[in-house]
């Protein structure tokens, strides 16, 4: 068997999961909250193909309720960036580990330093959600170097045009954004989150992910109809500070469970 070094090790993983006929998920777990780095494992003894950690932020442009409830905990409890890598370092878990955080976190460390630190942390992607593809190069080009998967994100809003420049930046996998608006629990899953996939699906080879508002079991399975996976955060947090770490292995077993039907 020939080995896939054309990719990073979150692209690679994913792209032969995908090839087995095994759909992905990833849960969302804000780093620094109380609990998080046991809600981790709890994750991935459940199935989680990979966790993306988020980096709590003051003004988190993307994030709903659940997840800023979080956020704001971590950071009064004195969770940095510096001190979740830290803790990231310890993790020692057998899936790929991807980092969300706001440019403002990227640009007050510069690009290659950050880009080091995650490396050196274990982490092998990052999310950065208020990065447009048109300022993204500097970036970009420092993970590259580092080793480093960027994750970009798909909006239902992008014209058709704009979705093959998006993918062919996308490292890692293809963020296909659900719904306008921030991240949240929704009764039903927004039309827009299948139909975007299926349109990133028709121009790219690159895992394409359903995230922001996918927010149970039944969503799950409904959005891996067409995409190759899916991104869990407010359903996996709210359980994280509501039942603890436990409740979010149970959970993601139960989304597994759906997915794999």
């Given amino acids: 068997m020939t080995t896939d070094l054309t990719h990073g090790p979150m692209e690679r993983a994913f792209r032969a999961s995908r090839a087995a006929g095994r759909k992905l998920l990833v849960p969302y777990i804000t780093g620094g909250y109380p609990g998080w780095q046991d809600a981790l494992r709890a994750a991935v003894a459940a199935g989680a193909d990979a966790i993306e950690i988020g980096i709590p932020f003051s003004d988190p442009v993307m994030d709903g309720p659940v ?7 971590a950071l009064e409890s004195g969770a940095t960036p510096v001190s979740i890598l830290h803790e990231a370092r310890g993790l020692d878990v057998q899936v790929p580990l991807a980092v969300m955080l706001y440019y403002n976190t990227v640009h007050h460390a510069g690009h290659e330093r950050f880009a080091a630190q995650l490396r050196d942390a274990g982490i092998v992607a990052a999310i950065v959600p208020d990065l ?4 993204a190069g500097p970036w970009c080009a420092a ?7 960027t994750v970009m994100l798909a909006a239902p809003t992008a014209p058709d ?16 954004v659900g719904l306008l608006g921030v991240t949240g629990e929704r009764s039903s899953l927004a039309g827009t989150a299948t139909a975007l996939a299926a349109r990133l ?9 359903v995230g922001v508002g996918v927010s149970n079991a039944e969503q799950a399975a409904e959005a891996v109809k067409v995409a190759d996976g899916v991104v869990q955060g407010a359903s996996v947090v709210r359980r994280l500070i509501e039942h603890g770490p436990d409740a979010v292995g149970e959970y993601v077993a139960s989304v597994r469970a759906a997915i794999d039907a």
């Fill in 67 to 73: 997840i800023q409830q979080a956020s704001q905990h």
């Fill in 132 to 135: 447009p593809l048109e300022e």
């Fill in 143 to 149: 993970a590259d170097a580092a080793g480093v998967e």
């Fill in 161 to 176: 045009s704009r979705l093959p420049l998006i993918a062919a930046r996308a490292r890692g996998f293809l963020y296909s």
């Fill in 201 to 209: 699906k028709a121009v790219t080879d690159v895992p394409v992910l």
